[in-house]
């Protein structure tokens, strides 16, 4: 959707760092989500943050929320062929918590 | 542990024919939502039923229908179907303010 933006695309090596990048309008939104999509497949929760926390840490996952600037990122450390997949940022206003805002989704290459 | 099952996985269907996408979640959720998946669009929500007995329009519900049966499933229907609704079908549903969690959908083809 408009409310949610991220780049389409990102080609990474395997074993480097992979950082993906989003941007939001509403300022009033309560969580923010990842969520990964391989071929074929369903939608795969991989991480969320409340809006009121500055990072939050899951083993090889950080996710960063800047809230001045509507800037979310996910950054998945030491990047596995296993990781290539379709990643979606997502956001629950606060005025709606039924409506779940997606971003056009981030396609990422892991190259061997 | 099924979490949210749709059948069918893939169908197709000539325009102006009807059919019924169908959803059950067995983690006792209270909320269902039905979204479609374009390409280069992300995930569009089309309705949502916040508890067993309601239902709302999402962003894009034109030339859809839905029930909410019971609080396991929440069905989607086409009328009359469109080559424009072509598309991939998921369903999900959660709890309160927690994740979504959903379906691995369903490939719909209209020609």
């Known amino acids: 959707g408009e409310d949610v933006e991220q780049s389409l695309f990102l080609s990474v090596r395997e074993g480097d760092s992979s950082v993906i990048n989003c941007t939001y309008t509403?300022?009033?939104?309560?969580?923010l989500y990842w969520y990964k999509q391989e071929p074929g497949a369903g939608l795969q929760l991989l991480t969320y943050?409340?809006?009121?926390?500055d990072m939050k840490q899951d083993q090889r996952l950080t996710v960063l929320l800047n809230k001045k600037d509507k800037h979310l990122s996910l950054r998945i450390a030491d990047t596995q062929t296993g990781d290539s997949a379709i990643y979606f940022c997502?956001?629950?206003?606060?005025?709606?918590?039924?409506?779940?805002?997606f971003g056009a989704g981030t396609t990422v290459t892991v190259r061997a | 542990n099924a979490g949210v099952t749709q059948t069918p996985k893939f169908q197709v269907l000539k325009t102006g024919q009807s059919m019924t996408l169908q959803c059950a979640q067995d983690?006792?959720?209270?909320?269902m939502y039905w979204y479609r998946q374009d390409p280069g669009m992300g995930l569009r929500l089309i309705y949502y039923s916040a508890s067993e007995g309601t239902t709302d329009k999402g962003e894009v519900p034109n030339g859809y229908n839905v029930s909410r049966l019971n609080k396991r499933e929440f069905s989607l229907r086409l009328e009359s179907a469109a080559p424009s609704q072509t598309s991939v079908y998921f369903c999900a549903s959660n709890r309160g303010n927690q994740p979504q969690h959903f379906g691995d959908g369903t490939r719909l083809s209209i020609l």
């Open positions: 509403d300022s009033s939104s309560t969580y």
């Open positions: 983690m006792n959720h209270n909320s």
């Open positions: 943050i409340f809006s009121n926390m």
């Open positions: 997502a956001e629950t206003p606060r005025s709606n918590d039924y409506k779940l805002s």
